[in-house]
């Protein structure tokens, strides 16, 4: 071997410039654990600089007792009652057939499902006077929008489901509320 001087001779000038020896493939488990040990140090990296950028801020404990619980099942809550008593008895009504359910054919079914009748019917308790107001202003509202329509239980029983005769006693219930009925 030549004495060094500082220069590089041809041989070494071209093991210094030749490519590496490539390593082995790595297979794939062996990648996933190399990118995990260094996504592991970036995410350790980042907590560390987390931490630091936020230790002058000032937090106070939490107290448990503070803390708002409510039920992990929602249960359905009535809202609070309309004023007047034909728009209550139409918000009762219309609540009932939400958490009771509703149906078409008949006043109740056997599941204990009720039309719109059928549930301003039990909802009136017996007032016949309160039942016939309530049933006029619902007829109004659904030949509002609806047009000539015979009968609120024609109606309930033209659908298929109770999404439109349930917005109709909600819809009827603001109409007697605006009436001051």
């Known amino acids: 071997m030549a004495p060094s001087t500082g220069h590089l001779t041809t041989d070494q000038a071209a093991e210094t410039t030749a490519a ?17 040990t260094h996504m592991t140090a970036r995410l350790d990296e980042a907590a560390v600089a987390y931490e630091v950028n ?9 107290d448990l007792g503070d803390v ?3 039920p ?7 809202p609070p009652p309309h004023p007047t008593p034909v728009a209550a008895l139409l918000q009762r009504a219309h609540h009932r ?8 054919g008949a006043l109740v079914d ?6 719109m009748l059928g549930a301003i019917r039990t909802e009136a308790h ?9 049933v006029a202003v619902l007829l109004d509202a659904i030949r509002r929008k609806f047009g000539d329509v015979d009968s609120v239980p024609s109606f309930n029983d033209a659908h298929t489901s109770g999404r439109i005769p349930l917005r109709m006693l909600d819809q009827a219930a603001g109409l007697a509320d605006t009436r001051s009925l």
């Open 97 to 104: 057939l939400l958490a009771g359910g509703w149906c078409s």
């Open 20 to 36: 590496p020896i490539p390593a082995a493939a790595l297979t794939l488990e062996e990648r996933l654990v190399l990118v995990n």
């Open 126 to 134: 017996g007032d016949r006077g309160l039942e016939a107001e309530a």
């Open 72 to 78: 992990l099942t929602p249960t359905l809550q009535p």
């Open 110 to 115: 056997e599941d204990g499902a009720r039309c």
């Open 54 to 62: 936020t230790a002058h801020i000032v937090t106070e404990p939490v």
């Open 68 to 70: 708002v619980t409510v």
